[in-house]
């Protein structure tokens, strides 16, 4: 799955969606794990957009991680510090109307 190219404004709705959350996941010293992986699809299946904190004693790359992200077709909203805000819009029933 690929993930989504977001146009300038898709993105800034996306933000102020996201802005309230609190991340949802953590990515740890193991990097982005298959068990990790698995998690985030259900995540991100069930919520559409989310939060995800990578910790301190993460020891993978962030180009690694997010290599990882968007080879399972997720988009990468935005990445502040250690917070990443994650999208995959449902193909149907989404909650999100991305125009």
């Known amino acids: 799955m ?8 898709q993105r800034r709705f996306l933000k102020q969606q996201a802005h309230h959350l609190k ?3 953590h990515i740890g010293k193991e990097g982005p794990s298959a068990p990790f992986m698995r998690q ?3 995540q991100i299946g069930a919520h559409e957009l989310i939060k995800m904190r990578v910790l301190g ?6 180009s ?3 290599a990882a992200m968007t080879g399972v077709g997720v988009t990468i909203v935005q990445k502040v510090g250690h917070i990443y805000t994650l999208f995959r819009q449902k193909s149907e029933n989404s909650n999100f109307e991305l125009t």
């Not at 004693?57 to 962030?62: F, G, I, K, T």
């Open 2 to 9: 690929k993930p989504m190219t977001l146009t300038a404004a």
């Open 64 to 66: 690694e991680i997010e």
């Open 57 to 62: 004693n993460c020891l993978s790359e962030p």
């Open 40 to 42: 985030l699809e259900e």
């Open 23 to 25: 991340p949802l996941m």
